[in-house]
């Protein structure tokens, strides 16, 4: 009987996160969609979205750095509001 209200619980507290199903990817087109790589560049310092920028080496780097990230889905949590 615990494991179904655990189950509950948590498929509840997923419905109310905004990140919940939604790729890095996918996050990563809207923000280059919506603000083009000069200005993400310009929000989040870092060399893939400044130097040569694509999504690929944009993935590849943000799947490997947690702090950049964290930064990338901050300014997607921001941008959908």
């Known amino acids: 009987m615990d494991d179904k209200r655990k ?43 400044t130097t040569d920028p694509s999504i690929k080496s944009s993935l590849k780097f943000l799947r490997k750095t947690p702090w950049a990230r964290e930064k990338v889905e901050t300014l997607y949590l921001r941008s959908i509001k």
Not at 35 to 47: C, D, F, Q
């Open 7 to 49: 189950e509950k619980e948590q498929r509840e507290s997923q419905a109310n996160n905004p990140m919940h199903g939604v790729k890095l990817a996918d996050i990563l087109e809207f923000l280059v969609e919506k603000h083009g790589w000069e200005t993400l560049g310009s929000k989040i310092n870092i060399r893939c979205f």
